[in-house]
């Protein structure tokens, strides 16, 4: 049977010319030739993936998008908000998209995921708390493996922006430091505390899908902004290890059967799920910047059903690519920031 391929990549700024990003600067616009060179780049890069399944992230311009994407071999494609614009200027976007392409077609149309209100209910957030991009929750009829769920994020930023008008507005070197400083410990605070709970309310979602089936495929995958070792994927694959369950040890626990439930109730990391992985030398997924190293954001996250350590798995991850050699290039305007990250999913026979 034919393996499945899927893939997460996060496009850096799709926006068409005439359109920008953040601020009307022309610094965050395309010019019409380094919008083609962007496109026909990516055109090249996916025809190397050879995905598909494509989650995506930072999509601005929805309609070219999914002109562009139909157009790659695509024809099922689904945005499932609205990008955030200025409300002072129409050109002028704020708040990017995700979005999925897929040669499959949906179950059914996809939509944005609810955020669970059982973390509300039991967390110290406002109750508005929500997903600050849409999630895309999709249902895609794959001939490989029949319906699989994708979720398709992208979590919160990191980098706390401080207001610098604010602060150069103030009479000395003495409060502008104390100023900027004082900005950025709570900034930095409330973006840790917004993508970590984005974080639990991916993993309190996939786990509810997992009531009404608990061999199901399920795919969370996207930008997560968060290391390999941060809060954010402690919490979202629940990985660390229990040792005493319900005042028991769980290696006291008599049944097989019933230790087992320990994997059932996990996502996994398909790097972690491959024989030959290195921690040491996993491969980025982030350029470099002036301000931070290059490091891993960008993840493909699945369930037991393709956990290859799961004896009764319907299916395996078998392969993990990163394609970053364009980080060597240093023009992220016309490629991307990120590298797109393609996991193979082989059925078992």
Known sequence: ????????????????????????????????????????????????????????????SVAEFKTFLTGLGYPHVAVVDDPAVDPEDADVFVGPVTAIASRHPFVSPPTALAY??????????????????AVTRAEVDTPQLGPMLFYVCHLKSQGAFV???????????KARFR??????ATKDADQLIRRNGEAAGLYLAAMSELDDRVDAPIVVMG???????????????????IDNIANIRRSGIEDAADRAWNFTWQ?????????????????????AGWRYPAETLDYVLVT????????????????LKVFNAHFQEENKLETTDHAPVLVTITPVT
């Not at 669970?116 to 991009?133: H, Q, Y």
């Not at 207001?163 to 070197?173: E, G, K, T, Y």
């Not at 100023?179 to 950025?184: M, W």
């Not at 037991?304 to 392969?319: F, G, H, I, Q, Y």
């Open 1 to 60: 049977m034919a393996e499945l391929k899927v893939a997460t990549w996060n496009l850096y700024q799709f926006a068409a010319p005439g359109t920008y990003w953040y601020e009307r600067d022309e610094r965050n616009d395309y010019e019409p030739d380094q919008w083609a060179r962007k496109q026909a780049w990516i055109r090249d890069l996916i025809g190397q993936l050879d995905a598909d399944v494509i989650g995506f992230q930072e999509v601005f």
């Open 116 to 133: 669970p209100g059982e973390f509300i209910d039991n967390a110290e957030v406002a109750e508005d708390f929500t997903f600050r991009r």
């Open 163 to 173: 207001d610098s008008d604010a602060v150069a507005a103030l009479p000395d070197w």
């Open 179 to 184: 100023e900027h400083l004082r900005q950025r």
């Open 223 to 241: 930008d997560m902004n968060a290391g390999p070792t941060s809060s954010a994927l402690r919490v979202l694959t629940q990985q660390d290890w």
């Open 267 to 287: 996502l996994y990391d398909a790097y972690g799920l491959l024989p030959s992985q290195n921690v040491a030398d996993r491969p980025v997924t982030h350029a």
């Open 304 to 319: 037991n059903a393709l956990n290859p350590k799961n004896p009764n798995r319907m299916a395996t991850v078998s392969d």
